[in-house]
Nanobody, 122 residues
Framework: QVQVVESGGGLVEPGGSLKLSCEVS????????MGWFRQRPGKEREFVAV???????VYADSVRGRFTISRDNDKNVMYLQMNSLKPEDTATYSC????????????????WGQGTQVTVSS
């Protein structure tokens, strides 16, 4: 049984940083593309970043240069380091696994976590 659990969200001031974690059990993250998505209030879920199963890393234009996706193979954990946060980054952030190469569409992902809330506000 695959489980995906995000953590690390919270309230942060504009310009601040947070590091999200995605603990995965039941599958080896090295064999899957692991993506981060977010859903802002009143908006559809959107792609944030993916580390493809072949090593490719892709970021959404809105976060490139501020967010960094990484992983710890030994712990089977994905991370999303978020710097220079803006109020428009406020969203529920979710981690997901896909067997496609480097998908940006959420319908390519078969395993999802419940999400962690990030609020950027002064």
């Amino acid at each position: 049984q695959v489980q995906v659990v995000e953590s690390g969200g919270g309230l942060v001031e504009p310009g601040g940083s947070l590091k999200l974690s995605c603990e995965v059990s039941g599958l080896n993250i090295r064999a899957y593309s692991m993506g981060w998505f977010r859903q802002r209030p009143g908006k559809e879920r959107e792609f944030v970043a993916v580390r493809g199963r072949i090593g490719t890393i892709v970021y959404a234009d809105s976060v490139r240069g501020r967010f960094t996706i990484s992983r710890d193979n030994d712990k089977n954990v994905m991370y999303l380091q978020m710097n220079s946060l803006k109020p428009e980054d406020t969203a529920t952030y979710s981690c997901a696994a896909s067997d496609a190469p480097s998908p940006r569409r959420d319908d390519a992902y078969g395993y999802w976590g419940q999400g962690t809330q990030v609020t950027v506000s002064s």
